[in-house]
């Protein structure tokens, strides 16, 4: 569960650097859309389903690799 939390923590800065620069690089993007609004909530909740989905399988396979290994094998290798 470690490795999925630091995993996710990583993801929701990621996240949330993200949305602060696409709302600052939305407002120069009106010059340049043609009936588009650059605003629009639907894309944003998208993109933020699809990142977080794809994060969460992505820091779940390492998890679950950890969580298969035995503990005393572990600090025994070390």
């Known amino acids: ?3 999925l ?3 996710m923590k990583q993801i929701g800065v990621g996240m949330a650097v ?3 620069l ?3 690089v939305a407002r ?3 010059l340049v859309s043609f009936r588009v609004d650059p605003n629009d909530p639907a894309v944003y909740m998208a993109i933020i389903l ?3 989905l794809t994060g969460l399988l992505a820091c779940l396979v ?3 690799r950890a969580a298969r290994v035995e503990v005393v094998r572990a600090v ?3």
């Open 5 to 7: 939390a630091k995993g």
């Open 22 to 24: 696409g709302a600052t």
């Open 76 to 78: 025994k290798a070390e």
């Open 28 to 30: 120069p993007l009106r």
């Open 1 to 3: 569960m470690l490795v």
């Open 62 to 64: 390492p998890a679950l």
């Open 18 to 20: 993200g949305l602060v």
């Open 50 to 52: 699809t990142l977080t």
